[in-house]
């Protein structure tokens, strides 16, 4: 696949008791890019993410291999941008104090500049008055600081790779945008890759270089972000951009029908076929794999006729 990788994925597949959930993922990531990992519900976005960080739960059985390995260099060349700023910050310490902690927990460097290194990073996401707020318990921070705070987290001891699992979902529209303008300033500050797992298509358009569309636990396309929108080769990648309401018309194919398939209730061949309106008897029979087209991956039999 590309030969500029930060992190490489290959074959992954994530089971729970015997029913596989992520069914032979394949994919890369580069160094300072923006890479969306896009689809309905169940896909599989979230597994595929924690499986970056080695963060799956512990009753998943994973094969496969994403290599390097940067499970125990979590907090420095791997952060996870969490989606629920309030439990994933402690209520009992001060916002300051877990992010110097934080950097105490790979450099050696003073209780003072660590402290320093926090109220700085706190600064760098714009919390007023930073220095006063470090001292701030979460709960006295509104929603939006403290997810900008989680960001100040991730991003203080600048890692390679950050991992943001909807990492607005629990905000309203504004302070949405804000604390991923916020993400997205941070990132280039860092000059980390950026794996963002949203269901969201115009945060794609947005902040997204790559767009990873997957579907029941696979991938289904893969390529340039700005391209995958404009003209998808995936019929599941057309359907879900005809969802969009702003284009109800003027597509070529239908908006999704349906829901995707339970786990462990997969029938032989493509697993969007019963939703696809292109599907036929190869669909129903063959799973189709990845393969480059266009520059890009698609996995879909007719892709040419998307
Ligand atoms: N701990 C678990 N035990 C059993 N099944 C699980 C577990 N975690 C996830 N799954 C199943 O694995 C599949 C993929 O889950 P995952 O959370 O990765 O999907 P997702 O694409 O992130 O969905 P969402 O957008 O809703 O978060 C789902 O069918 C889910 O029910």
Not at 8 to 30: K, W
Not at 72 to 101: C, F, K, N, T, Y
Not at 190 to 204: E, K, P, R, S
Request: with cysteine; glycine share 6%.
């Amino acid at each position: 696949m590309e030969s500029e990788a930060l992190l490489s994925v290959r074959d992954l597949r994530i089971a729970f008791d015997g029913v596989e959930v992520v069914r032979g993922l394949s994919f890369d990531i580069r160094p300072r890019e923006v890479l969306a990992v896009v689809g309905e519900s169940g896909a599989g976005k979230s597994l595929t993410a924690r499986a970056l960080l080695g963060m799956l739960p512990k009753d998943a059985t994973a094969t496969g291999t994403v290599r390097p390995d940067l499970s125990a260099e979590r907090g420095s060349r791997i952060a996870l941008v969490p989606q629920d700023a309030l439990s994933a910050l402690s209520p009992v310490h001060p916002v300051g104090d877990q992010l110097a902690a934080a950097v105490r927990s790979v450099a050696r460097v003073s209780r003072k500049e660590a402290r320093a290194r926090a109220v700085a990073a706190l600064d760098r996401v714009g919390i007023p008055d930073a220095a006063r707020r470090a001292r701030s318990y979460p709960h006295e921070f509104s929603g939006g600081m403290r997810q900008r705070a989680v960001v100040a987290m991730a991003t203080i001891n600048e890692p390679d790779i950050l991992v943001a699992d909807e990492p607005t979902t629990a905000l309203d529209e504004e302070r949405r945008e804000q604390v991923l303008r916020v993400l997205a300033e941070q990132r280039e500050a860092v000059g980390a890759a950026l794996v963002l797992v949203t269901h969201d298509l115009d945060v794609v358009r947005r902040h997204a270089d790559r767009a990873l569309v997957m579907y029941a636990g696979r991938l289904t396309e893969l390529g340039p972000a700005q391209e995958v929108l404009a003209r998808p080769r995936a019929p599941y990648t057309a359907g879900l951009l005809a969802s969009l309401p702003q284009n109800a018309r003027g597509r070529r194919l239908p908006a999704l029908p349906g829901t995707p398939p339970a786990p462990g209730a997969l029938l032989p061949g493509c697993a969007f076929a019963p939703r696809c309106p292109l599907a036929t008897d190869t669909c129903r029979r063959e799973e189709p794999e990845p393969r480059r087209v266009e520059g890009r991956l698609v996995s879909c039999h007719h892709w040419e006729k998307v």
